[in-house]
């Protein structure tokens, strides 16, 4: 089983619509978790850290699910500006390393 | 801006080459931390320096390695280049190496291996 996995899409949405990705990770002893969004051929940027009780950001949600190991992400009302690969990130064994999974593609058309 | 500056932006290397990548840190970050992301892949963590020391390694060989200088900026250098070492090159530091919260990274260097 892979540490971290996500469907990789890719989600093909329309403008306004809300939109979820989901994640599961493999290590029950993880206690850092986060979702990162990542441009074509940039780099990946912290979009939010999720928490046990759940945040908000604006139109973003992040959830986290300990029992079930399991993260997602809720983008409502879509902008064409959210079109990117959405990363969801633990961290690892060892000290400072962060594990990514492959990451879900959105694209989010007019 | 994360403050994290990677040179070079690209580079084209042939096979059994060797290259250096270079990194510098966020003002008062001492932890650097590298990662590789192949095409269509999630960065993958190479190795984190912290105070010049390597403490922390994931899954790649040896003829990966690392430098960390005293004003934390940072080289990774990988010998006897691969087809498959092909990637964007990622680095990321932060305040401290436990710190909780997540990495800011770098623009990156692409790397080509042809």
């Known amino acids: 089983r892979k540490e971290v996995e996500q469907d990789p899409g890719p989600f093909n949405v329309p403008e306004g619509a809300t939109v979820a990705f989901n994640c599961t990770y493999s290590?029950?002893?993880?206690?850092?978790f986060f979702w990162y969004r990542q441009d074509c051929r940039k780099e990946p940027k912290l979009l939010m850290s999720v928490y046990s009780s759940g945040n908000e950001d604006g139109r973003f949600t992040a959830q986290l699910n300990r029992a079930s190991q399991y993260i997602s992400l809720l983008i409502r009302d879509s902008k064409l500006s959210d079109s990117a690969t959405y990363l969801c990130v633990v961290n690892g064994r060892s000290q400072g390393n962060l594990i990514f999974g492959k990451g879900t593609k959105l694209s989010v058309k007019p | 801006e994360t403050g994290v500056t990677q040179s070079p932006t690209h580079l084209i290397k042939t096979r059994g080459q060797q290259v250096t990548l270079r990194c510098s840190s966020q003002s008062g970050h001492n932890t650097v931390s590298w990662y590789q992301q192949a095409l269509g892949q999630g960065p993958q963590f190479i190795f984190q320096?912290?105070?010049?020391?390597?403490?922390g390694r994931g899954n790649f060989p040896p003829r990966f390695s690392g430098l960390q200088f005293p004003n934390y900026s940072s080289e990774l250098n990988v010998n006897a280049l691969e087809l498959d070492d092909s990637a964007l090159y990622l680095c990321a530091s932060r305040g401290d190496p436990g710190q909780s919260f997540g990495a800011f990274f770098g623009q990156g260097t692409r790397l080509t291996v042809v």
């Open positions: 320096y912290y105070r010049e020391e390597e403490n």
């Open positions: 290590n029950s002893a993880s206690q850092s």
